[in-house]
């Protein structure tokens, strides 16, 4: 019986040491929440590649995913950056700043039944940017820097 119970308290002692040794629940939960913004722009980005063209609903639908593209950037903004991370939250607010450029840049190329291309290459250098953003944005959290990039850290302070 005593063996048992030094097994059970030996057992109960390792699962809390364990638990205290891994990553703490701010950043785990910040980790989720990066990688479920990864699968919507993933699901998105593949939903918008497959858009028929020839379609007569090809517009609206591509439209429609920008519109559906500027929501998950505006949740991602909104997103409380843990501690380590915070010089990011900047970089995540023009991400999704030059993503609501994009959608309405787009709507406006696509307006009155015609097409602008000078207004849809600004919607898409919007669109690009948004994305270079959010490329920065994961380097970071992989412990990588950028080349390219002009972002002070908390090391440079």
């Known amino acids: 019986m ?4 030094i097994l059970l308290i030996t057992a109960i002692l390792a699962a809390v040491l364990l638990t205290a040794c891994g990553e703490n629940r ?3 939960g910040f ?9 919507k722009l993933s699901e998105i980005d593949s939903a918008m590649n497959n858009i028929d063209a020839e379609a007569d609903t090809a517009v609206a639908e591509f439209l429609g995913y920008l519109d559906d593209l500027d929501l998950v950037f505006q949740s991602f903004a909104k997103l409380d950056f843990p501690e380590e991370f915070k010089f990011l939250e900047a970089t995540a607010d023009e991400a999704s700043s030059y993503m609501t450029t994009a959608a ?3 709507k406006e190329a696509y307006s009155n039944s015609s097409y602008n291309e000078y ?3 600004y919607a898409y250098e919007n669109y690009s940017r948004a994305y270079r953003r959010v490329q920065i944005i994961i380097s970071f959290l992989r412990g990588e820097t950028p080349e390219d990039v002009d972002i002070i850290t908390e090391d440079d302070s």
Request: hydrophobic residues 25%.
């Open 26 to 28: 701010e950043l785990s």
């Open 2 to 5: 005593k063996n048992k119970f």
């Open 31 to 39: 980790r989720k929440s990066i990688d479920d913004f990864c699968d």
């Open 104 to 106: 309405q840049s787009y």
């Open 119 to 121: 207004t849809a290459d």
